[in-house]
């Protein structure tokens, strides 16, 4: 189950990244202040916060809510998130993002990125798959490595990749992943 947690988390989070706003966060912060090792860091560290978090949520509600209960409602979230995915997201506003401070880019994009997560469909995808896996330190890790497969690329070639991908197709390709999900554990309770 942990190989099956770790390649379906980091998957689904890779694809439903792109074009994110996140990763739109990600190409903004590169652009601005041209340090990718900070960025980089900052993204990790954010991103292992907010979804380890949003891990042990989803392992909670797994132990909390009834099976038959839980099936259904990841099965429904499921397809919420798979339509979700096909509206795109707006660019963060450049003024939002704030200058170089005393917490440096590092410091910046650590809390940029955290505080983008919240809410965002990363998050409430992580959710999901923790309580679909029970397992908190596989999800973890693989939405964490889907987040850093999609925006590392971006932060080390800016905005070239993203007119080399048609975003809408990788939305399309991501939001059937989570029809699929919805599907196969609507499927599993039969």
Same mark, same amino acid.
């Given at each position: 189950?942990?190989?099956?947690?770790?390649?379906?988390?980091?998957?689904?989070?890779?694809?439903?990244?792109?074009?994110?706003?996140?990763?739109?966060?990600?190409?903004?912060?590169?652009?601005?202040?041209?340090?990718?090792?900070?960025?980089?860091?900052?993204?990790?560290?954010?991103?292992?916060?907010?979804?380890?978090?949003?891990?042990?949520?989803?392992?909670?509600?797994?132990?909390?809510?009834?099976?038959?209960?839980?099936?259904?409602?990841?099965?429904?979230?499921?397809?919420?998130?798979?339509?979700?995915?096909?509206?795109?997201?707006?660019?963060?506003?450049?003024?939002?993002?704030?200058?170089?401070?005393?917490?440096?880019?590092?410091?910046?994009?650590?809390?940029?990125?955290? @505080?983008?997560?919240?809410?965002?469909?990363?998050?409430?995808?992580?959710?999901?798959?923790?309580?679909?896996?029970?397992?908190?330190?596989? /999800?973890?890790?693989?939405?964490?490595?889907?987040?850093?497969?999609?925006?590392?690329? /971006?932060?080390?070639?800016?905005?070239?990749?993203?007119?080399?991908?048609?975003?809408?197709?990788?939305?399309?390709?991501?939001?059937? @992943?989570?029809?699929?999900?919805?599907?196969?554990?609507?499927?599993?309770?039969?």
């Amino acid at each position: 189950m942990s190989a099956a947690a770790f390649a379906v988390s980091t998957g689904v989070v890779a694809a439903s990244e792109i074009g994110d706003k996140t990763q739109l966060l990600a190409l903004l912060l590169a652009a601005r202040f041209r340090k990718p090792g900070p960025i980089v860091a900052g993204i990790l560290i954010a991103t292992l916060a907010n979804h380890a978090a949003a891990s042990a949520l989803g392992a909670w509600v797994q132990r909390a809510v009834s099976p038959e209960l839980l099936r259904w409602a990841l099965g429904l979230s499921f397809f919420a998130v798979a339509a979700w995915t096909l509206k795109p997201d707006e660019a963060p506003d450049d003024t939002a993002t704030p200058r170089a401070s005393a917490f440096g880019v590092f410091g910046i994009t650590t809390v940029a990125f955290f @505080l983008a997560e919240m809410g965002d469909k990363t998050q409430i995808a992580t959710v999901m798959l923790a309580a679909k896996y029970a397992s908190v330190w596989w /999800v973890t890790a693989g939405t964490t490595l889907g987040m850093l497969l999609a925006n590392v690329p /971006v932060v080390l070639l800016g905005d070239k990749l993203l007119h080399l991908v048609p975003l809408q197709w990788v939305r399309r390709i991501a939001a059937a @992943l989570f029809a699929l999900l919805g599907v196969l554990v609507l499927a599993a309770g039969g």
